[in-house]
Structure formats: structure tokens, C-alpha cells
């Protein structure tokens, strides 16, 4: 019957132990000084050697003739353990032995003297599957075992483990073993058993398994079954369903110049062979900390790949915790670039637009027709600027807002016109401060709609934030001066403040892709707005003017 590679070449001493140097080093000093532990604590990564070591202890503590941590492999106990039939080692697996009844049996047991040598070894693999009362069980026990048994736990969690349990063991930290170690014990295993490799194939097994010697050569195991010819860097990913250096960094390439329309089909074709995207991610980020660290010969950005790597960190977080990881994966690239005014889109609103494009035969300027805005949202001329003291720049759009449509209208635009991902992320790690207004008689149902809310898009003095329904989205822009109050005493900072239901916010970033695509060019408008009359606030000076003369205790706005 064949035996998997992973068994095979189990390590039978510790210098065929790859990594954990120091444990090695710390165990057999113990065991040379005949100071050995009644109980350790082996926790780490999988595939980093725990049970492996935990064998190679009660293989060594039990030599009768062992010389500076090595066994002599010639003594009857030696020979026991090497044709695997070592009646005084005893493995359990805690996942399927974690009862309070496995555990009373096995403290029974403990005090039975051992057959042949001269301890008795307890291996609990995945200790932290244990029961509570199965770990009580064995407090006592481990505590104070007879002198001739040794306990042996391993774990991947030691989080879920008692600290009783961990306090009574020395416990050790198992770390994951290095790109370079593992690259070397796969070199090692494919000259043994003559399999044709690349050296670019085992750099990419060596990369793939984090840290994992036996998932390594795990995978080695299926390239050997799935192909009798040279294992190349492309049978390593076609088998292990990830993506290549050279398609990531074409992928890559596609986020970096903001090509939004390969990107998503690149995506969906991905999607479409079965390559999970969770992992996609995972690699994108291996493969720009390389770029990052000039492992790979590029021209980038390091700033902006640093800003990537941060970006597809948080895009790993939400994809593991949504139904619909494909989307997020392909609105990732509108979220992680900054709008460029060069190629930024103006939203389809309801006002004029002026949009130059530039004459492909003479390369002269045209100045386009004047779109008539279906709202009338009035652009006053050049001459309608200067007369306006606020505004200094000449050419300078000014809208005069007299309704709320029109104000949302010129607000996305404006916002668009400025935003970044900084912004946006600065105040959502802030938003939740709101709730300390949200019993406050004056803003206390203004904060209440804010925490309702959640913020899409953002710039220095512009917010965007969204509804499920209209009727509560309509409800937030019916309140904006006191919201803007409200976000100035939070923040410290003046923002113009509106709020879209999910569904026309989706048709926004549905024409902004569009509208992207063409490289149209918007500007920043100037709002000409009374406040006063839009939303007639005089109510609310009057509540101002009465919490000052009277105090806000005494006051209740109903």
C-alpha cells in the first residue's frame, strides 16, 4: 500500500526536525540534564512539527543508551518505537476522545507502571477539543502525575485551553517554518524519490503553504499523482487553483491603471474556473509585498502599493464575512482609487454641464452645447460670479439652490468631485461617537437617524451617507441644518451633509462607471443657498433662543 510522503518522511531524530530550533535545543538540554518536564504544551500552526517532536521525546527520554540527544536505535525500546509497535506511548485524539469517562479511564491507566521501559508517554493531539469537565477531570492529574508517566498536549488553539491547564505545563510555541527551510526539505524529498521538479515550482509550493511543512509536502503528493511529467510553477497552480506571478501582476496592472471593464471581466473569468477569491486576495497582497520589498523589478508607487496591501486587507475581512464575495471583489477597484479630476465622471443630476473635449483633427478646444438641466437648476455666466464676493475664481460654476432636489443634485456632484478613501475611512471609525448625542434633547433624533445610516462616500467637506428605504433617506435630508450642527459638534469640522436610499445610490455609481469610462470632466460647484427658506429653520432658532434663556433641562422639544 503506498504511504503518503508526509509519513514517510516524518523526522525519527531531532536534527531531522526543520525549524524550532531553539524547543530542540531547550528539550534535549532538559532531557541531557535529566531534567525533564512532567507535562508540555505544544501550541502552533498545523504542520509544524508538535506531534512529531512529542514522539521524538518519548523516543529519546526512553533510550536506554541516548548520547547528547541523539538515541542509539540499537536498545529494545528503540527498536519498539522505530517498527511502531511502542505499547507505552499513548496517542489520543482529544477531537474524538472528549469526554469526562475517556479521561477518568485514562487517569486509571496512569498509574499503572509501564510495560518495557522506563516512562509512560501521553500524546493529546487537539487538546482544545477537551471538554470543560474533561479538562477538570485531568486538572489533578496533571498536575501531579505519577513519576513515571509524562504528559504530551498539542494544540492549534491555546486560546480555547484553560489557563489552569496551561499554567501546570511548560508550554512551548511552535512557529511556522521559514519559505527557505521548507524549499530545502522538498528539494530533499524530490531527489529521494526522483521527481521531476522545477526549482520555480518548489519556490511556489514553499510560498502557497504558510508556513506548513506538512501541507508542503502534501501538495507535493498530488502533483506527483496528477501529472508523470516535470512538475513546472504552472501545474503547482493549476492543481492548487490560485493564480500565477504572471496573472497577478496583469491583474494587478488592471487595478493600478484604474481599467474598471477588464478588471471585472478578468474577475468574473477567475470566478468562473472555481479559483476561490478569498484566496485571489490572499495572493494579490503576497505578491505586492514583494513588490513592496523590490523581490520583483517594478516602477511603482511604494506609498500607493502600501495603500493597496491596507485596502485588500480590509476587502479579505468583509469577503469572509458576506454571502456575496464576488461583488465586493469586483467594486474593489472603485473603492480602493482616488477620484482623479482628469478622469473623474460627473453622476447624471439634474443640472447643466459644460464638457470640453478636445478636437481630434486640429486638437483645438470645443466648448459642447449647454445640456439644458431637466430641474433648471440655474448657472450663472462669468458676470454673475464677480458680482458674488465669496467666489475669487473666475469661471467658477455657482448654483442657486431654491429646492432640496437641487441641492442633493450639485451635493453629489461635489462630493464626487473631491472624495477619497481617507476621508471616508476617518470618519467611519469615528461614526459610532455619534451615540453620545443620542439622547440629548436637541439632537438626540438627528443622531439617531445618523447611527440608521452608513456613510458611502466622503471628501474634506462633503458627506454622502445611505438608507434601505427612501422614506427614511427623505427623512434625514428633511433635517440637514440641524444634522450639519450635529456633525460639527462631533467632528469639530463643517460638513455638507445628504442622504440617497440604496437604490438611486447604486444608479449613481452605475453612472459614474459609465461616465468614467468616457473620461468626462466635472468641476466643483458653488452652492448659492438660504438655508432659512429651503428648510425654514426659524423653529429651530427659536428652540436655540429658549435653551439659552431657560436652560436645556427645562426645555423639551416635542
Known amino acids: 500500500m503506498y504511504q503518503a510522503l508526509y509519513r514517510k518522511y516524518r523526522p525519527s531524530t531531532f536534527e531531522e526536525v526543520y525549524g524550532q530550533d531553539i524547543i530542540k535545543k531547550t528539550i534535549i538540554n532538559e532531557i541531557n540534564n535529566n531534567k525533564i518536564s512532567h507535562a508540555y504544551l505544544f501550541c ?31 536498545c529494545d525500546s528503540c527498536v519498539s518505537f522505530n517498527n511502531k509497535n511502542y505499547i507505552d506511548i499513548i496517542e489520543i485524539d482529544a477531537a474524538s476522545n472528549n469526554g ?117 509536502i502534501g501538495l507535493l503528493d498530488k502533483l506527483i499523482a496528477y501529472t508523470n511529467e516535470e512538475i513546472t510553477e504552472k501545474t503547482v497552480h493549476a492543481i492548487n487553483y490560485s493564480l500565477t ?20 471581466s478578468y474577475i468574473c473569468m477567475v470566478n468562473d474556473k472555481g479559483i476561490d477569491l478569498n484566496k485571489v486576495v490572499d495572493e494579490l497582497m503576497l505578491y505586492l509585498r514583494d513588490l513592496l520589498l523590490n523581490k520583483i523589478q517594478n516602477n511603482y508607487d511604494k506609498k500607493q502599493i502600501l495603500n493597496y496591501i491596507n485596502s485588500l486587507n480590509e476587502l479579505s475581512n468583509k469577503m469572509k464575512l458576506t454571502n456575496y464575495p464576488k461583488i465586493l471583489m469586483e467594486t474593489f477597484i472603485i473603492s480602493v482609487n482616488k477620484f482623479d479630476e482628469n478622469s473623474i465622471v460627473i453622476p447624471k443630476i439634474e443640472q447643466e454641464k459644460k464638457i470640453i473635449r478636445q478636437d481630434e483633427n486640429n486638437n483645438k478646444p470645443i466648448q459642447n452645447k449647454v445640456i ?127 442622504s440617497l436610499d440604496q437604490n438611486k445610490w447604486n444608479l449613481v455609481k452605475k453612472e459614474y462607471i459609465k461616465n468614467l469610462k468616457n473620461n468626462i470632466k466635472y468641476e466643483y460647484i458653488e452652492e448659492n443657498i438660504d438655508y432659512n427658506n429651503l428648510f425654514n429653520t426659524k423653529e429651530d432658532e427659536i428652540v436655540h433662543q429658549a435653551m439659552d434663556i431657560f436652560g436645556e433641562d427645562l426645555i423639551q422639544v416635542i
Not at 54 to 65: E, F, H, P, T
Not at 245 to 264: G, P, Q, R, T, W
Not at 384 to 402: F, M
Open 44 to 74: 502552533g500552526p498545523r504542520g509544524t512539527g508538535k506531534t512529531s517532536v512529542a514522539k521524538l521525546i518519548a523516543k529519546l527520554v526512553n533510550c536506554r543508551n541516548s548520547s547528547n540527544g541523539k538515541t542509539c536505535e540499537e
Open 100 to 216: 469526562v469517562d475517556e479521561i477518568r479511564e485514562l487517569r486509571s491507566k496512569a498509574n499503572l507502571l509501564p510495560a518495557v521501559s522506563k516512562y509512560k508517554i501521553y500524546i493529546i493531539d487537539e487538546v482544545h477539543m477537551l471538554s470543560i469537565g474533561a479538562f477538570n477531570a485531568l486538572l489533578k492529574t496533571l498536575e501531579e502525575p505519577p513519576k513515571h508517566v509524562i504528559f504530551i498536549l498539542a494544540t492549534t488553539e491555546v486560546n480555547k485551553i484553560p489557563i489552569t491547564i496551561v499554567s501546570r505545563c511548560q508550554k512551548f510555541d511552535f512557529n511556522r517554518i521559514s519559505e527557505s527551510q521548507i524549499y530545502d526539505r522538498i528539494k530533499d524529498i524530490s531527489n529521494k524519490e526522483n521527481i521531476k521538479i522545477t526549482d520555480e515550482a518548489i519556490k511556489e509550493i514553499s510560498t502557497l503553504t504558510d508556513g506548513g511543512l506538512r501541507d508542503a
Open 245 to 264: 506571478k504572471k496573472e497577478l501582476s496583469k491583474l494587478f496592472e488592471m487595478i493600478y491603471n484604474n481599467d474598471i471593464e477588464k478588471y471585472i
Open 372 to 498: 439644458e438641466p431637466k430641474n433648471n437648476c440655474e448657472l450663472t455666466t462669468d458676470s454673475n460670479t464677480k458680482k458674488l464676493e465669496k467666489i475669487e475664481v473666475e469661471n467658477k460654476q455657482i448654483a442657486n439652490i431654491d429646492s432640496l432636489e437641487k441641492l442633493i443634485d450639485v451635493r453629489i456632484n461635489n462630493v464626487l468631485c473631491s472624495c477619497d478613501k481617507i476621508h471616508l475611512n476617518e470618519l467611519k471609525s469615528k461614526w459610532s461617537s455619534i451615540s453620545e448625542y443620542s439622547v440629548n434633547s436637541i439632537y438626540g433624533m438627528s443622531a439617531g437617524m445618523l447611527l440608521d445610516s452608513e456613510v458611502v462616500v466622503a471628501s474634506e467637506n462633503n458627506i454622502i451617507v445611505t438608507y434601505p428605504y427612501d422614506s427614511m433617506s427623505e427623512r434625514a435630508n428633511n433635517d440637514i441644518p440641524k444634522i450639519e450642527e450635529l456633525l460639527k459638534l462631533v467632528f469639530n469640522k463643517k460638513y455638507k451633509f445628504i
